[in-house]
């Protein structure tokens, strides 16, 4: 039984997708880690291509450039940066009061890698203006989502007014300061301190913001 001409080269065509698709998050994955370890300054192509595991040449093929690769990690950084909060708020205990369960899940969400990642572009971007016009609408956009999927996932707290909005920024830029402290040195007595803190100041946001109206 003679084989059909066009399933034998779309088999082929689709590996092939898959795996030039594989290596391009292979790369991605390396400059992030770059960033991380060197700093976005000291990230070369070289140093990518180095830490993927690839040619210098065979990395060009999928991205000619430094930028070009910044610019996909940007969008995987910040899809990654967006699903790991989700998993983590999600995993935290929905039985009765979760302000300190999901404390805890942001304050993990924004101690990992990918955040310190995030962190070196922006400082970055502050004197790159190509890193900036890359990172700012990208930013943006996870902000955006952000809050939404927050307000997807904190089911139990509904308002008509701003205290979820206020609740939401404190927390955010609390811990993010924190963990960028956090580069520095260790976490010690003032920052259990500060989280305590922060945890008795959400409950009493929560605790005195309105019930949405009922509808009908």
């Excluded at 770059?34 to 291509?49: Q, S």
């Excluded at 990690?73 to 910040?78: P, T």
């Excluded at 976490?187 to 409950?203: G, I, N, P, S, W």
Aim: include cysteine; charged fraction near 30%.
């Amino acid at each position: 039984m003679a084989s059909d001409p066009d399933q034998d080269q779309a088999e082929p065509a689709g590996w092939q997708a898959q795996k030039s698709a594989a290596t391009r998050n292979l790369i991605i994955e390396a400059a992030i880690k770059c960033f991380v370890e060197l700093g976005y300054a000291r990230t070369t192509t070289t140093a990518i291509a180095e830490k993927a595991g690839l040619s210098r040449g065979a990395m060009l093929h999928h991205f000619p450039s430094k930028i070009d690769i910044v610019r996909a990690a940007v969008e995987y950084l910040h899809a990654k940066r967006l699903k790991a909060f989700r998993r983590a708020v999600q995993r935290s205990t929905s039985d009765g009061d979760r302000v300190r369960a999901n404390l805890d899940a942001y304050w993990r969400h924004v101690r990992h890698p990918l955040f310190v990642a995030f962190f070196e572009l922006v400082v970055a971007a502050r004197t790159d203006p190509e890193l900036a016009d890359i990172l700012r609408p990208a930013q943006e956009a996870f902000e955006e989502e952000w809050h939404r999927t927050a307000r997807e996932v904190f089911t139990e707290w509904q308002t008509e007014d701003s205290t979820f909005d206020v609740a939401l920024d404190l927390t955010r830029y609390v811990l993010e300061g924190m963990a960028i402290s956090f580069l520095v040195h260790k976490e010690d007595e003032r920052d259990r301190r500060v989280l305590a803190y922060l945890e008795d100041k959400l409950r009493e946001l929560r605790d005195r913001s309105p019930a949405p109206a009922p509808r009908g």
